[in-house]
Structures are given as C-alpha cells and as structure tokens.
C-alpha cells in the first residue's frame, strides 16, 4: 500500500465504503443494471436472430445470454452459496475455453426462451443469496466482489453482443440518442499536453471490485512525455489514408503490413467510398462518416501506422494511466480523470447511453488534472504494450480470467468505450485483445517523447 492509495471502504466519494447495506444496494443495482441491459440486447431481434451467427468472430447472441446465466450460477449460487448445480449438463456447452466461438453454432444451446428462463431462474435465486450474504470474510463474498465480478463479466458480454449488433446486416434494431455536442472551447484544445516525470502510483489496492490484473498498487516511474489532448479524429485519420497509408510498408508492422495485403485493407472497418464520400455502416444505418469523432474499428497495427506515420507512437500503458490518474497537484493517483467520484453523465460517454462516440473535445467535466480529456468511455485506446502482470500479481478468483493472456501476443487497452458500463470501467482497468483486432470499438490517442529540459 502506498501513501497516494486510499485503504478500501475510506472513499465517501465513490459509494463503496465498508457498511453491508451500502454494499449490498451497490452490488444489486449494478447487476439490475447490467441485465436491464442484456435484455434490450436481446429483445430487440427475433429468435432466428438470436440464435444466428452473424460472424464467425462473434457468439450467437443466445449463446451470450445463456453464458451470463451459467457464469452467476457457478459463482454466486454455487461457489458463494454452496448450491447445488442447477444444469450441471450445460456447463460444457457455455465453457468459453472449451469452445472457441466459431464452433458455438454447433453446440447444443437452449433455445431464446429456454435461456431467458435459466437465466431468470438464477437470478432469482442470487437475490436471496445477496440478501442473505455478510458480505464479508471470505475473499470471494469481502465488499460483495463476486456480485462486482458477475456484474463487471456481463456488462461485458453486453458490450460483446453490442459488437455482434454491430456485425449483423439487416435494418437498425437498436436507437438512443445523441451524445452531446463538442463544447465551445473544443477547436482551442492544445495538440498534446506535457506529462511530466517522476513517480506515480500504478494500478490498485484499494478498489473493492478492481480485478486481478489491476492489482497490486505499485510505483512507476516515467520520464516527461507528451500526449494528445483528445483521441486521434476521424478527420486526422482520413487524412493518414489519403496520404497512402495504406499503400506504405514502412509506417507498418509487418505483421500489420501483411494483414492489409492479404485482406486488401484501405480504411477502418466498416468504412466504404462512395464516390468522393467516405461512408461507414453502423448499426444498420448508412451515414457519412464524421470526421469530428474518434475514430473506432481500427486494429492495433493501424493505429501503430498511424502514429508512425504521424512522427509519433502510441503510449505505454503506464503514460496513459499517469496520464489519466496522475494529480500533479497532490501527488495522488485518482481513481478516475476526474476525481473520486463515480461517473455521471457529464463526465463521459459511457454504458451504451449514445451509440457512438461523442464529438474530440467533449466532456469538459471528465478531464484529468493535465488537462486531458475523454479518457474514460466513447472509444477504446490501444496503448503500445504487451498484457503482462503487474509486479506481485496474484491470480484471483481463476487463473484464466487473466494469467493465461499474459505474454507478447495481446495488447492492452484502456479508458472504456460508449458501448462499456461504469462498472466495468475506472482509471486503472486493463483491457486486452489481440493486435489485429478491428471488430471491437476501438480507437486510440498518440504519444511523443517530451525534448530535454522539460519535466
């Protein structure tokens, strides 16, 4: 434990203290929340949709539904609860690591409303448990972290069936409304902002719902470094292709180079010319692509060309989170951008209020203390280093909800996306996927080295 990192249950800011009945309102409106969301997920298509497998990359969706159902019966009403299984049958068929999700079609999944039922069931039958739980003692019911975890694991299977919505052709099945627009001072905004040297603390002890991979707290240090003060627009970007980005091999990697031969790539997925307009599909509309949003849809190799390309890099790891935590004013990390508090909001786009980004520059309210915006939610930001655990790591409750990803072959994201909900997102959560990735909603910001003589 570190000096800059609060002991867990001390922040009145963040509704997390120590009290049983704070913690168990928490955790029951975080998994209210997450399942309200998975059913407009999946009420929103008939069953033929729901049972389709819209790509290759992506689950059917009934597979999704069904999976979140048997992942809380097995920690929550068995592992926490001691129950006995429910379907014991059907453990097999919703293992994520038995069967890659390309061969999920295949299996024999419940039915739309048999999932819904088991999933309705269990439910259920968790409530009581919540209820009846202290909340503390054991590692696994200590602050309600399973709650946490089972909530946190199906606001990402939302996430993941909002990339196969994505993926589907046919009409729109899904509509919210607009993020707000940029505010006045947005066109003003620096190109970068300096980052300077030293110490920070890195990663988490103190978060009650932080997952293994954040932990432990640690000190990093870093020399003075620059970054962009909004993420890389998709205005910049098309300029990175009019310039013949795409028909350039030394911006690229080689692997990256040879996936935009093999695959022919010009432009991030979804995008498409239509004479001397760019255009890009998302969720089944047809629209200009606007050229004041983040842009989304592109792999790690892209946006590693772009910032060569660019004369820049993308950041570590460690540079975007001092960039997002770090209270020079203090000498604290933050537990987001902003503060302590929650987001709200007016702090970023987050939980799949809007369908997109919002317009580079916005939420004023979300800046870190350098002056950094938009690090939490609208998109994804890949950053330039490898999945690998921190210093004292501890695999925890698994093993293969992170340890077996470490190594060179994924990269890490941070800061969330518009399609990420709260509680699956803060200042020190680590997202990886692998460096090819284009489906997912991912963008990214670019770094520099600062000159000599700056801190």
């Known amino acids: 434990m570190t000096p800059t990192e609060r002991e867990p249950g001390t922040s009145s800011a963040s509704g997390q ?25 999946t009420s929103c298509v008939d069953d033929a949709e729901l049972t389709a497998q819209h790509s290759p990359l992506m689950s059917p969706l009934v597979w999704d539904l069904a999976h979140i159902g048997n992942q809380e019966e097995q920690w929550l009403l068995r592992a926490v609860a001691g129950r006995e299984a429910l379907r014991p049958e059907i453990d097999s068929v919703y293992d994520a690591f038995e069967h890659p999700r390309a061969a999920r079609p295949t299996l024999p999944l419940l039915p739309p409303a048999q ?64 993020p707000p627009r940029a505010p006045a001072d947005a066109a ?19 978060e009650p719902w932080a997952l293994d991979n954040e932990r432990p707290a640690h000190r990093r240090t870093l020399d ?17 292709i009019e310039d013949g980005g795409y028909a350039e091999p030394r911006w690229w990697h080689p692997h990256g180079w040879a996936l935009v031969r093999e ?21 089944g509309v047809l629209e200009p692509v606007p050229l004041d949003e983040p842009v989304f849809h592109v792999s790690w190799y892209e946006a590693d060309a772009y910032a060569r390309w660019a004369g820049r890099r993308l950041p570590t790891e460690a540079e975007w989170e001092k960039a997002a935590r770090f209270d020079p004013a203090s000498g604290r990390s933050l537990r987001y951008p902003w ?32 002056g950094v915006r938009q690090l939490i939610g609208d998109v994804w930001e890949w950053t330039a280093s490898d999945f690998l655990p921190y210093p004292g790591f501890v695999a925890f409750p698994y093993p293969e909800y992170s340890q077996v990803f470490f190594g060179d072959a994924h990269k890490v994201l941070r800061g ?22 284009r489906q997912i909603f991912a963008g990214f910001r670019t770094a520099r080295d600062a000159q000599p003589g700056q801190r």
């Not at 003075?224 to 990175?240: E, K």
């Open 188 to 206: 003003r905004l620096p190109a970068d902002v300096l980052v300077p040297g030293g110490e920070f603390t890195m990663g988490t002890s103190a």
């Open 339 to 370: 503060g302590d508090a929650d987001p709200t909001p007016e702090h970023a786009n987050l939980g799949q209020r809007h369908l997109r980004p919002a317009p580079v520059g916005g939420y004023p309210l979300g800046a870190s203390p350098l």
């Open 416 to 437: 969330g996306s518009f399609a990420v909900d709260s509680v699956a997102c803060r200042g020190t959560f680590r997202n990886w996927d692998l460096p090819m990735r």
């Open 17 to 41: 203290g120590s009290d049983p009945e704070q913690l168990r309102k928490r955790a029951l409106q975080a998994l209210t929340t997450a399942r309200e969301r998975t059913a407009t997920l």
């Open 263 to 283: 695959h022919t790539l010009t432009a991030p997925l979804f995008w498409r010319r239509d004479g001397g307009e760019w255009l890009r599909r998302r969720f």
């Open 224 to 240: 003075a470094f620059h970054i962009d003060s909004v993420p890389v627009s998709n205005g910049a970007y098309l300029r990175f």
């Open 115 to 178: 999932a819904r039922s088991y999933a309705a069931d269990v439910r259920g039958r968790v409530l009581d448990v919540l209820e009846r739980s202290p909340l503390r003692g054991e590692p696994l019911v200590d602050a309600a972290f399973a709650f946490g975890m089972i909530a946190q694991h199906e606001q990402q299977h939302d996430e993941t069936m909002l990339i196969t919505h994505q993926l589907r052709r046919g009409p729109a099945a899904l509509t919210a409304p607009e």
